[in-house]
Structure formats: structure tokens, C-alpha cells
């Protein structure tokens, strides 16, 4: 049995501008609409291929958070998962934890491939993929923009800064997607349907034998200094004056 | 005492700047010590350019044929096997710190800081998050190891006028193979490097085709300038995705930014908001790139920029 793991985390929508709140305690999120995480669903829609091409047999996604996160498990049921698990809690944990958290269910489903996004966008730590691959001693392919699987290895090509490296890692293995690797399907209404029959399995965490203690501590939340509008120029000319002024050209 | 150590980031022939970086942010933590790590093939100029840069106590040099590609499988072992010494390990927030700093962290049990932006003290720092909008303060626990990415265009680059001693050390870590690199593709440029350019001129989706993106680049070379794009103009093809400007592509902070043709999502914006001086040419004047431009211009971009090239062509 060839299992794919993907992580989805429930995040604030790509399209929703996040306000920090009034008592500067975190960010808003009453009334705010939720989504997957935009890297976390184009991993599972590349999982989704793999399976299609015959070459994995069950892809299942995985979410830790409160129970709210049935939400974006059941979405991601509808892409075309074919079962779910949450581990239920609702506490804020750091990636470090969260890595232990998914290493606990690699160990039960020993998987050939687990799938994360390359980051969250609500704290853009970019760690759970690294962190996870770590504790399982197995290879790791962050910000894959291709991926090809052969029988025991795949052959990835991730985007770095000098470009586009090509490595290959032996199976099994933690790939984390950028944003070129695919485009997530739409999900169909039928299948919103045919997802609420899929299971979705509820752990508590504390039936985990993980240690939730976070070690730092956010002490503020503040929003950036913005910077000012300036001036606006008619033609390039008057631009090129105005750089000249500013002795930068 | 705070011992810091900087992983330093290269492409096997040159330092890249993100280590000067990372210097430069290890200075700011008071009462420290800064050594840098150099794992290389068997190149030992990079460690002497480390060990002039300013204020670095020690310079350790593994040599190992593994360490020939950078791969953070096979770094991070090597790692852990020096850092009992340290209280803070540092390395840069570019792709190379980003994919092996967590590994790192995960190895030594500790958690991991992303994208410092500012020291307050020397177990506090500002990070950015959700893609710049929020800024939070962070204090680590004092008892445990500061493993941090350094968000490089918060700092400078650090000076050379140091000659700090090479230590050359072998590790007897057992380093895995389970990760080939295989070949690497980049657009090969004469153009100052994006991220540490004093200039930059990027073209967005406007431009329309790859073509078209030959008036970004002889502005670029007029004004001695690195050459960026929007993240759409990467998507469309229209040139490689070492380009890309933004949260998900390269963060930068030169003097001057030349938006062409870029509408500005948050996402772009969140890699320029260290600029100097960003000027926005845009046929929309309601494009929110004139949120934060210093020098608006609203028009066609293929009547303006030549207009532009032609004048400064003729200076």
C-alpha cells in the first residue's frame, strides 16, 4: 500500500488583509474567512496526480488544530482525498511540535511520500518540512517546483535563488510545494457531497505522546510602519530629473 | 557570554552576501562572540574570506567531498556535531538557510526563529509574518539554543578588514546519502546580482511576452542595475524564476527599486519594503504599487520606458 501524507493547515485567506487586533494580541480572525493554506493545496492536488497516475494508492490528509479544522480536511476530502485526520487541539504550537505531531502519524502510516506546503502564509515559519524530515532521517525536497516518481526514488526539481536544482532523494522521503508545481483543481459540488461519507478520524492530542510546551513567547503584535505615498511625475523627463535630485542616476 | 555561530552560504567558488548579513545581525547581540562555519569540498579561499570579515572570532573549515553541493541532509549533521559550543546559530533567510536551518534545529531538538529582522536583546527579536503585514516581538527561552533564519535585507553588509585564524576541523558525523544533487539550471547574467544590487529595475505582467522584457533589461544595464520581475511574469514565462521579487521569490532592499509595469500585490511589495527610493510606471493609476511608491509615473510603459532609456542614453 502506497501512501501519500499531505498536511493542510486552516489559515486566514490568501485574499483577507489580516488586521492585528485592538489589545495587541495576535491578529483578527473573528469573522474572517478561512481557507487551506494556498502551498498546502497545490502539495495535495500534486498528491492527488500521483495516485491518479497509478502511482501511489491513498493519499490522506492531515491537519492539526481545533476542530474548526474539519473544514479545510473535508475540502481537502473533496479535491479527492480519501480519508482525513485531525489532531484535535486548541492550542497555538510551535513547528517544532508540529513536526513531532505529524512524525507520530509517519510512524503509524509509513508512508512513501509525505507532501507539506513550503510555508504557512499566516506565520511563514518554513519549517514543518525540514523539521519533519529531520526527525524521520529521511531526505527532504523543500520548494519543489516538478516532481517525477520512479519506483524508489523521485527526481525533484526545486526553485532556489541561482535558479532551478534538480536532485534526486530516495523513497520514502518529505516534499514541500512551491507555488509553480501545479494548479489546484476546483473542487465540484457532487464531490462536496461524496466527501462527507469519507472518514474523518479525530485524535486528541493529548492521546499523543508528544510535549506541548512551547519554548518562546510572543511577546507583541504590531503592524509595520507603512511607508508614505510620494510624488507623482508627469514624463520621463520630469522622472529623470527627480532621480537626478536624488543623486541616482 | 554569547557564542554565535554563522553558517556561511556559497556556491562553491564565492561567500555569498547573505553571510556578511548574518555577521552584521550577530553584531547587534551584545556581549558576543561570532564564529563562522565554512563546509566546502575542498576550496579553502572561502574560509579566508570569512575570516576577514569584521569582528569574527574564529573561522571553522570542514573540508569534506559530501560538502561539495550544499545539501542540508548532509550540513546539519555536521552541525550538530559542533554546536554544543554555541548559544545562537545563525544562517541566512535566502533558499540555501531556509531549507536547512529547520533541519538544524530538528536535529538539535530546539525550535527554530525565522526571518530576524531586528535584535531587541540578545533572546529577543522582530519577525515579520503573514508576508510583512504583522511584525511580532519574540522572546526565546534563555535555556535552550537560538536557532534563527537572518532576514538579510534588514542588515548591512559587514566590513573586511578582519584576520580572524581558520580553524580546519574534520567531523566524524555519519553523513547520509540519500540525497543526490544532480544539476543545477540558472539564466547566466553579467548583471549585478539581484540581492545585493544597488539598483533594480523589474517588469511585470504588462510587459507581455519575454520579448518585450529586453526594454527591462537594457534599462537595467543603462543604470547598472540588477534585473527582477513580479511573480505573474514568472508564471507567464516570461523570464526565469531567479527573478521573482517578492515573499515567495527574493526579498531585497536596494537604493533603487524601478517597478515597470508591476501592479503591486502585497506579495511583491512585502520583497521591496526596504527600498530607498521605489519608483512605479503603471498605466493604472489605482494600482496599489502608488501605495508606496516615492515617484509615481502613470502610462504606457512601452512609451515611457524608452522615453527614459533615450534620456539617459543621451546625458
Known amino acids: ?249 | 557570554m554569547n557564542k554565535i555561530l554563522i553558517i556561511a552560504e556559497h556556491d562553491g567558488q564565492k561567500l555569498n552576501d547573505s553571510t556578511f548579513k548574518c555577521v552584521s545581525c550577530a553584531n547587534k547581540i551584545e556581549n558576543s562572540e561570532i564564529d563562522i562555519v565554512v563546509l566546502c569540498g575542498g576550496d579553502s579561499r572561502l574560509a579566508e574570506t570569512a575570516s576577514k570579515i569584521d569582528n569574527v572570532n574564529t573561522v571553522i573549515e570542514i573540508e569534506n567531498e559530501a560538502n561539495n553541493h550544499q545539501i542540508a541532509a548532509v550540513i546539519a549533521p555536521q552541525i550538530q556535531s559542533i554546536a554544543d559550543d554555541y548559544t545562537h546559530i545563525f544562517g541566512p533567510s535566502t533558499t540555501f538557510g531556509k531549507d536547512l536551518m529547520p533541519r538544524i534545529a530538528a536535529c538539535l531538538d530546539v525550535n527554530q526563529i525565522s526571518d530576524i529582522m531586528e535584535v531587541i536583546e540578545p533572546f529577543k527579536f522582530k519577525r515579520p509574518i503573514y508576508a510583512g503585514n504583522v511584525i511580532i516581538t519574540i522572546e526565546a527561552s534563555q535555556s535552550k539554543k537560538v536557532i534563527a533564519t537572518i532576514r538579510t535585507a534588514s542588515f548591512s553588509t559587514a566590513e573586511q578588514r578582519n584576520q580572524a585564524p581558520i580553524k580546519k576541523i574534520t567531523v566524524e558525523a555519519k553523513l547520509p546519502t540519500h540525497t543526490r544533487f544532480k544539476s543545477i539550471q540558472s539564466g547566466k547574467t553579467d548583471r549585478p546580482d539581484l540581492q545585493t544590487a544597488k539598483k533594480v529595475v523589474s517588469g511585470g505582467r504588462a510587459l507581455g511576452s519575454s520579448e518585450n522584457f529586453k526594454i527591462i533589461y537594457d534599462l537595467a544595464d543603462t543604470l547598472n542595475a540588477g534585473a527582477g520581475a513580479s511573480r505573474a511574469a514568472v508564471d507567464a514565462g516570461y523570464v526565469p524564476n531567479e527573478m521573482q521579487v517578492g515573499q515567495t521569490g527574493k526579498i531585497i532592499a536596494p537604493d533603487l527599486y524601478i517597478a515597470i509595469g508591476i501592479s503591486g500585490a502585497i506579495q511583491h511589495l512585502t520583497g521591496i519594503k526596504d527600498a530607498g527610493t521605489i519608483v512605479a510606471i503603471n498605466k493604472d493609476e489605482d494600482a496599489p504599487i502608488f501605495e508606496v511608491a516615492d515617484i509615481g509615473l502613470v502610462g504606457d510603459l512601452f512609451k515611457i520606458v524608452p522615453e527614459l532609456q533615450e534620456a539617459l542614453n543621451s546625458d
Do not use: C, H
Not at chain 1, 6 to 14: A, E, F, S, T
Not at chain 1, 144 to 164: H, Q
Not at chain 1, 181 to 190: G, Q
Not at chain 1, 219 to 247: F, Y
Open chain 1, 1 to 249: 500500500m502506497k501512501k501519500i501524507i499531505v498536511g493542510l493547515k486552516r489559515v486566514i485567506d490568501y485574499n483577507v488583509r489580516v488586521r492585528v487586533r485592538s489589545d495587541g494580541n495576535g491578529v483578527e480572525t473573528d469573522g474572517v474567512k478561512m481557507s487551506i493554506n494556498p502551498f498546502d493545496e497545490i502539495a495535495l492536488e500534486e498528491a492527488l496526480r500521483i495516485k491518479e497516475n497509478s502511482k501511489a494508492n491513498e493519499v490522506i490528509v492531515v491537519s492539526i488544530g481545533s476542530n474548526d479544522s474539519q473544514q479545510q480536511l473535508r475540502t481537502g476530502l473533496a479535491m479527492g482525498a480519501d480519508r482525513a485526520i485531525l489532531i484535535e487541539t486548541n492550542s497555538i504550537l510551535e513547528p517544532l511540535t508540529i513536526s513531532k505531531l505529524f512524525y507520530e502519524i509517519v510512524t503509524r502510516e509509513q508512508p512513501l511520500l509525505v507532501f507539506l506546503g513550503k510555508q504557512a502564509i499566516d506565520n511563514d515559519n518554513n519549517q514543518v518540512g525540514q523539521m519533519l524530515a529531520a526527525l524521520w532521517n529521511r531526505p527532504q525536497a523543500t520548494f519543489a517546483s516538478k516532481v517525477t516518481l520512479n519506483d524508489d526514488t523521485a527526481e525533484v526539481i526545486r526553485e532556489i535563488d541561482s535558479g532551478l536544482e534538480t536532485i534526486e532523494i530516495d523513497l520514502p522521503a518529505v516534499i514541500t510545494a512551491d507555488l509553480r508545481l501545479n494548479e489546484p483543481r476546483y473542487v465540484k459540488l457532487p464531490d462536496i457531497m461524496k466527501a462527507k461519507q469519507k472518514p474523518l478520524e479525530v485524535i486528541a492530542i493529548d492521546d499523543l505522546s508528544v510535549a506541548q510546551k512551547n519554548t518562546s513567547n510572543t511577546l507583541k503584535t504590531e503592524q509595520p510602519e507603512q511607508r508614505k505615498k510620494g510624488i507623482v511625475v508627469n514624463d520621463a523627463a520630469e522622472l529623470l530629473v527627480e532621480l537626478k535630485n536624488k543623486g541616482l542616476v
